[in-house]
């Protein structure tokens, strides 16, 4: 792709997949968050049961967020492998840690302990629906004549070593997206006059759902 063979461009696709990963995240936490409702899980059931049988969810949007998934990554690695070269001669010059903060200079460490937690997360939730629905044939979301899912979700919390392993995992996802998400919005032009404004809501973004997602965590694990 003729996109992808400038630097300028293989960020501004960079820019454009976390956007995308960035409203998944958000929308995935304002279905999880409905699980902490006081209502025994009815609203995070029914959620739940949508999305994992919607035909537009399961067919067309599943895969285009795989592909998201691994496109982000694949290109922060080769940005990364890029950048390394050009910062050799840059750093021969200048103070590098002077010139940008830390967090900008190890993205790629956030981004392999995220990547990680993407893995275990698979492991936990997406593999186990994957041979329900598509192997065992079973998409009634049922167990015991119930939705599964709320109960499910509560055992998967059971274990203060995954709980943990999940803290540690938004709050290295917490640190990717305070850089993450300003250079996303620099990638694609967006240096205006609202950039105070964006800065102040990317800040928020990107402290207030991670924390969000281990305050869910915290609270099936105390409240099992």
């Not at 981004?111 to 329900?132: Q, Y």
């Not at 759902?209 to 105390?222: M, T, W």
């Amino acid at each position: 792709m003729g996109l992808l063979k400038s630097s300028i461009g293989r960020k501004f696709a960079m820019a454009l997949s976390a956007f995308f990963l960035m409203f998944f995240l958000l929308q995935h936490f304002a279905i999880n968050i409905t699980s902490i409702f006081p209502d025994n899980g009815a609203t995070f059931n029914k959620l739940s049961h949508f999305m994992g049988t919607n035909g537009l969810v399961q067919y067309v949007m599943q895969p285009i967020l795989i592909f998201g998934v691994v496109f982000h990554f694949v290109m922060g690695f080769i940005l990364e492998l890029k950048n390394k070269s050009a910062r050799k001669v840059s750093y021969a010059k200048n103070n590098g840690a002077a010139n940008s903060t830390w967090m900008s200079r190890n993205m790629i460490w956030s981004g392999l302990a995220i990547l990680a937690f993407v893995v275990l997360h698979f492991i936990d939730f997406w593999f186990p629906e994957i041979n329900t629905k598509f192997i065992q044939g079973d998409w009634s979301g049922l167990h015991d004549g119930e939705f599964r899912y709320f109960h499910e979700l509560q055992h998967k919390f059971l274990s203060p070593i995954r709980v943990g392993a999940y803290i540690i995992a938004f709050v290295f996802l917490a640190m990717h997206l305070l850089h993450g998400f300003n250079s996303a919005f620099q990638s694609v032009g967006a240096n205006n006059k609202y950039t105070k404004g964006l800065k102040t809501f990317s800040k928020i973004y990107a402290i207030g759902i991670p924390v969000g997602f281990i305050i869910i965590a915290l609270f099936h694990h105390f409240n099992h």
